[in-house]
């Protein structure tokens, strides 16, 4: 038999090494190529996993990580603590979702190291990270947004918003002017019995609104705790960052042995009490519910004793709410003149009772409709457009809490201006809009 010509023989040896090649390439992860999962859940091609960096890492954001994980669409690279204890805890955590011991799968591809830093600057510096998710104390929101910007990073930040009404404006304006896309952690606008409160306000299935009812703490004080030693691996400076000095008491930074929420939120240097902490949810349901979501109150008188016994705000439209105790705490009671609505969390009750199912009609007002706020958040990254809860909505929210702080703390009512966002002839007032902020984290308000 005669032999083919080598070059014959080498082109087919070639052909069928180039074969099994192919053959191999083609075996690959199945959430590569998307897909569903036994379950029914969509894999998604590490070309479309959003990368994210998590800044500040005790127990608000251990719950987002969770939150954003249990996506499948997300991944965590890095995060920024300046206590050690607890940014440790959480790449604990995190690694857990990659390493299920039922087997199923949480987060697509196996676990890669996420990376520490003390500073978030650092954080921001990585140009592999898609966005940021900020879940540090108030009194940091700004510089860090405003930074996150800069730096071309889409953000998540938690509610509320800012610390003083010029925080928050330059939050707004960094996020427009770098075309951020920015998701404000208000939450409750993904939930179902939100979303009904709104549309049945908006649609009129109560009437005209004569009252609004908001049951949520008190407003803050000054830091009055005494000093205690502060703990290894915390660097206090720089958990004050813009804030000046105060001596470190562990109500500001609990350590991991007390599983609770930081007192810090109930002091004025660092939080709005709980005007802001609580109130930045249920006075978001009634901008929204009301469409003020581009506005708000134009009014804001503390109480007197007489005629006003509950801060009370008053809106252009003579609508009127009190931050006023009832039977329902952290809740709304709408009172209109055809009946009420009362809204907590997981409970919704209406007068008449046929309202809390009503089914909204496709003909009627409707909401923006979320079922997920971090998917939400993360298909707004994907489309370039404003997710449910956009920075000026969170803006406008936390507004409405902090004229509520000032009238409390300056004790005589106060006329607002939404569209100016000052007090009307009142420099004393307008003087508590923003505040001084150390050189090293000065950001243009």
């Not at 609104?209 to 004080?221: A, D, F, R, T, W």
């Not at 929420?261 to 349901?285: C, L, Q, S």
């Not at 809106?315 to 009362?342: C, K, R």
């Amino acid at each position: 038999m005669e032999k083919e010509p080598f070059s014959a023989l080498s082109r087919r040896k070639f052909i069928g090494q180039a074969s099994a090649a192919l053959s191999a390439f083609m075996i690959v992860p199945r959430f590569v190529l998307g897909g569903r999962r036994a379950d029914g859940t969509g894999y998604r091609a590490p070309s479309d996993i959003i990368t994210l960096g998590f800044i500040g890492t005790g127990k608000q954001s251990r719950g987002l990580s969770r939150n954003f994980l249990a996506t499948g669409e997300t991944r965590i690279l890095a995060s920024a603590e300046v206590y050690k204890a607890k940014r440790d805890l959480f790449i604990e955590q995190a690694k857990a979702y990659y390493t299920s011991e039922d087997g199923k799968a949480k987060v697509n591809g196996a676990y890669s190291e996420i990376q520490a830093y003390n500073d978030f600057r650092q954080l921001l510096d990585r140009k592999d990270i898609d966005a940021v998710v900020i879940a540090s104390p108030d009194h940091w929101h700004a510089v860090m947004a405003v930074k996150a910007a800069e730096a071309g990073k889409d953000i998540y930040c938690e509610k509320p918003l800012a610390l003083t009404i010029k925080e928050g404006r330059a939050m707004v304006n960094a996020t427009r002017k770098h075309k951020r896309v920015f998701q404000t952690g208000s939450m409750q606008r993904s939930w179902p019995e939100f979303r009904q409160t709104a549309e049945l306000i908006r649609n009129g299935y109560i009437g005209d609104i004569k009252g609004i009812k908001v049951n949520v703490g008190p407003p803050p004080k000054r830091y009055d705790l005494p000093a205690e030693p502060i703990p290894e691996g915390l660097d206090w400076a720089m958990w004050l960052g813009p804030n000046e000095p105060v001596p470190f008491n562990s109500e500001l930074a609990p350590p991991l042995s007390k599983d609770v929420f930081p007192n810090w939120r109930n002091y004025k240097e660092f939080g709005g009490g709980m005007v802001t902490d609580w109130g930045a949810h249920m006075f978001d349901i009634v901008q929204w519910s009301l469409d003020m979501d581009n506005s708000g109150p134009v009014e804001v008188i503390p109480p007197d004793g007489k005629e006003h016994k509950f801060l009370t705000y008053r809106y252009d439209n003579g609508i009127t709410m009190t931050h006023e105790p009832w039977e329902w705490n952290n809740a709304i009671q709408f009172v209109g003149s055809e009946g009420t609505l009362n809204i907590q969390r997981k409970k919704l009750e209406t007068t008449p009772a046929t309202l809390k199912d009503k089914v909204i009609g496709p003909d009627e007002k409707h909401v923006y409709h979320s079922d997920n706020h971090y998917k939400d958040f993360l298909d707004a990254m994907r489309k370039r457009s404003e997710p449910i809860c956009d920075v000026e909505i969170g803006h406008r929210t936390a507004s409405v809490c902090t004229i509520g702080n000032i009238a409390y703390q300056l004790k005589r009512p106060l006329k607002w201006d939404p569209k100016k966002e000052n007090f009307k002839k009142d420099k004393e007032a307008n003087g508590l809009l923003e505040r001084s902020l150390k050189s090293e984290w000065a950001i243009k308000v």
